[in-house]
């Protein structure tokens, strides 16, 4: 039996847009300004779960 992945990301974030916006930054400081492949990876996890918690206007802008 074969069974459909979903490719919607959601996430259920216990983080404010603040938190996951300032971890995005400490990735950036991090990695020195280029992200490795594993970094562009948690770099896109981050964003996408920003854009989850960030308030609507903040995603209407």
Do not use: C
């Not at 400081?29 to 854009?51: D, H, I, K, N, P």
């Amino acid at each position: 039996m074969l069974h459909s992945m979903s490719t919607t990301v959601e996430f259920a974030s216990d983080r404010s847009a603040d938190e996951v916006n300032e971890e995005i930054r400490a990735l950036w400081r991090r990695a020195g300004g280029t992200l490795s492949v594993e970094e562009r990876e948690e770099y896109q996890r981050l964003v996408l779960e920003w854009a989850a918690a960030a308030p609507q206007s903040a995603k209407a802008a």
